[in-house]
C-alpha cells in the first residue's frame, strides 16, 4: 500500500470512515482463496465462506482458504463435520497435514474401519500423513479440522461404494 494510501486509511480511522477503510484493507489484503498474490491474507473464522464438499457425503462442509486444490500449490481448507459423522477409510495422492480447531476427530490409520483402533485428537491434535497411506475417522461431537499441504489434493475412498461422487 502506498503512503498516500496509508494517510487515508488512518484518516478514516481515526474519523471514523471504516467503510472507506474496509474497502482499502480488502484492496490490499486479497480475497479468500488466497492464491499466491504476493499480498497478506488475514480472515476472522466468522468470515469464512462454508460450501458442500461433493467428495464427502452431506452435511460435512469446506471453506477453502488457501489454493487451488487441483493445482500443484500450496492449500490449506477446513471441513466442518457435524456430530456422528463417518469419514471412510480413504487415501490421498499427496501429504496432509491435519490439525483440529473445534471437538474431537477420532482418527486411525488402516484400511477398515475400526472405531476401537483410534486415536482421540482433541482440540490442537495434529496428524500428519504420507500420500497413499490409509485413514479414516469418525465425531462424537460438532467438530472442525484444518487441512493443508501442496496439491493437487484428492480422496480416493477405499471401498469405491463409500465415494458420494458415484
Known sequence: MKYSTWLLV???????GTAAMDMAMDEEMGSLPYRGEGKHVMVNADELIWTDIASMA???QIAVIEGDLSQPEPFTFRLKLPA?????????????????LKGTFHFAHGR??????????RQGGVA????????YGYTEEDTIIQL???????????????????
Do not use: Q
Not at 10 to 16: E, I, K, Q, V
Not at 112 to 121: G, P, Q, S, Y
Not at 128 to 135: F, L, Q
Open 112 to 121: 477398515v474401519f475400526d472405531r476401537d483402533k483410534t486415536m482421540a485428537l
Open 128 to 135: 500428519i500423513m504420507p500420500p497413499g497411506d490409509p485413514m
Open 58 to 60: 452431506p452435511p460435512a
Open 84 to 100: 456422528g459423522y463417518i469419514v471412510a477409510p480413504h487415501i490421498h495422492p499427496a501429504y496432509e497435514r491435519v490439525t483440529v
Open 10 to 16: 488512518a484518516g478514516l480511522a481515526f474519523s471514523g
Open 148 to 166: 493443508h499441504g501442496t496439491g493437487p489434493w484428492g480422496i480416493e475412498y477405499i471401498n469405491p461404494e463409500d465415494d458420494p461422487r458415484k
